[in-house]
């Protein structure tokens, strides 16, 4: 069973940073790309970055030098630091699971956290 659990959101200024975390079980976190999207009211679900079992890294160009991906072996864990936040980085946060690799589209991830909120106030 493929278990995914965020945390890290918060309220933080505009120009401030959040470190969101997504642990994930020791098999998924070696076995599957793990990428995070974010959902703002009224808009679709977005893409923001995902990290394969390699290693390498995709990024939506709208978070490229402001947010990294990163992961930690010895944890099961997969970050998203995020720097210079934007209100319109408001959303909820969503860490997710895929078979395949590179993957980039909600579609391609078949499990999801429970998503963790972020609003940055201007």
């Known amino acids: 069973q493929v278990q995914l659990v965020e945390s890290g959101g918060g309220l933080v200024q505009a120009g401030g940073s959040l470190r969101l975390s997504c642990a994930a079980s020791?098999?998924?976190?070696?076995?599957?790309?793990l990428g995070w999207f974010r959902q703002a009211p009224g808009k679709e679900r977005e893409f923001i970055a995902a990290?394969?079992?390699?290693?390498?890294?995709r990024y939506v160009d709208s978070v490229k030098g402001r947010f990294t991906i990163s992961r930690d072996k010895t944890k099961n864990t997969v970050y998203l630091q995020m720097n210079s936040l934007k209100p319109e980085d408001t959303a909820v946060y969503s860490c997710?699971?895929?078979?395949?690799?590179?993957?980039?589209?909600?579609?391609?991830?078949?499990?999801w956290g429970q998503g963790t909120q972020v609003t940055v106030s201007s």
């Open positions: 020791r098999r998924t976190f070696n076995s599957y790309g």
């Open positions: 997710a699971a895929s078979p395949t690799w590179p993957a980039s589209t909600a579609h391609e991830y078949g499990y």
């Open positions: 990290i394969g079992w390699s290693g390498e890294t």
